[in-house]
Each structure stands twice: as C-alpha cells, then as structure tokens.
C-alpha cells in the first residue's frame, strides 16, 4: 500500500527491540495510531531526536499489512515544544491532554479533536502563569467534550427538565450533569451555584471569557472535571497523568 502523509503529534513511544521503538501518535487523517520506527535507538538513524514526547510534525506511515502496528517511515518535525516542560503546571495538563487522546480519541479520522488538541499544545505552552490553569481546564473540558462526553448544564440529564440559570443545582459526575429539584434528591454529586455554572459553561465555551477563579474555586474545578473523567472515561482504568494533574505533587514539594 502507499504510504500516508498526516500532520501529526507524539503522544507516547517505547523501546521495542535493541534498535526500534514503537510511537503512538495522534494524527489529523488517521486518528491515533501506533507504529513501528524501525532503527529509531541506532545513533544514526534518520529520525534522530524527531521522536520527542509532544512533538509535532508531519509522519510518513506504510499501513500495516495485517493488525494496527504500521511502519513509521519518517518523521519532519516542525515544532519541539520545550516551553511545555518549563513549568509543571504546563506539563502536568499537556500529559492529561495526551493521556485523554490516548484512551479515548479514535482511531480513524477525527480532525476536530486533532486541531483542539495540537492548538491547546500551543496556548498552553506561550501562557503566563496566571493563566496557565484556567486555559488548561478550558482545553481538557473542550476535548473531553469534543470526544463526545460534554455535560448537560441547563436541563436535568435524567428527564430532561429546564434547570433555571440563578438556581443552584446538583451536579452528577455519574449521571453527566445537572439534576433538577426531583431528581436530585437522595444523590451525591457537587451543589453548583449560579457562578459556577456558570464558569463551567465558559470553560466549555471558546468564544467566552476565561473564569477569574481563586485557588479554592480551582480547586473545586479540578476535582468537579476529575470526578467526570474518572466515571466516563477511565472505565477503571489507571490515569497517572490524571493523578499527577488534580494531586499538584509538586506544588506541595
């Protein structure tokens, strides 16, 4: 088969062999795929230091014959995104990013995701500091959205019931959103306000301002999104990058 050109961003690679690895990359026309860059680890291979984690580039792949482990023919960088690395806060959230394309984007075409993701890459990393955590929940509730989970916020996910804007509701990771008055009861979820309703909305919402939040409302944030992923999308799985992300390990260090 001929070979395909895609834009695409390294998302994970492991040694396979003395010589190889195997890269995990998400793509703009395949979705994310995995594949074999044979010679990789020899000191003159031809894709050099190209394989770095978040590296975005353009990939040259042979489809695989049989199976989904396909020929890495070549790799041209174009953007090496060392700022990522500057600041734990950047990485921790680039990691999360990544992690969530790894488990749950798929593996045929998904241009949206791809762009949301390559772009949050590229906020992320210019971002001040201040900013750094509130842009970061923008692009995880934005992908976790994309990727087809978005949460219901002005009707009752269970019967569809209007929730008025100034009302404070409960909010259920397990159930995907808000609850009106009569499905609330006897649940355990998160009680949001108007505010924070309303900050949720404009961090899934591009075109809105970003929400000033103190550190205890992102801190509230953080643990409102991580209650999500881990009940849609982790599926029981283990997310290191997750733990790393809501924990701030290193802010306590």
Request: proline fraction near 6%; charged fraction near 20%.
């Amino acid at each position: 088969m001929p070979p395909i050109t895609t834009p695409a961003i390294i998302l994970a690679t492991i040694r396979y062999g003395e010589t190889s690895k195997i890269a995990r990359l998400a793509t703009r026309e395949l979705g994310v795929q995995s594949a074999i860059a044979k010679g990789a680890l020899r000191p003159k291979s031809r894709f050099g230091t190209a394989l770095h984690l978040l590296s975005e580039g353009q990939a040259t792949l042979y489809p695989a014959r049989s199976g989904d482990l396909h020929t890495l023919a070549q790799f041209d960088v174009r953007q090496v995104r060392t700022g990522l690395a500057e600041r734990m806060d950047r990485f921790s959230t680039a990691s999360l990013l990544s992690e969530l394309m790894l488990r749950l984007a798929p593996a045929n075409p998904h241009p949206a995701s791809y762009d949301l993701f390559r772009d949050a890459l590229e906020i992320l990393e210019a971002a001040p500091a201040a900013a750094v955590e509130p842009l970061g929940l923008r692009a995880l509730w934005r992908l976790v959205a994309e990727l087809g989970f978005s949460p219901a916020l002005t009707a009752c996910v269970r019967d569809g019931v209007p929730v008025p804007d100034g009302a404070t509701a409960c909010f259920s990771a397990v159930d995907g959103g808000v609850l009106c008055v009569a499905c609330a009861r006897g649940v355990v979820g998160a009680m949001l306000g108007r505010e924070d309703r309303r900050d949720l909305a404009d961090f899934l919402d591009p075109g809105a301002a970003l929400p000033a939040l103190d550190d205890r409302h992102l801190a509230s944030h953080r643990r409102l999104l991580e209650r999500y992923i881990r009940h849609h999308l982790a599926e029981g799985a283990a997310l290191p990058a997750l733990e790393f992300w809501v924990t701030r390990s290193w802010a306590a260090a």
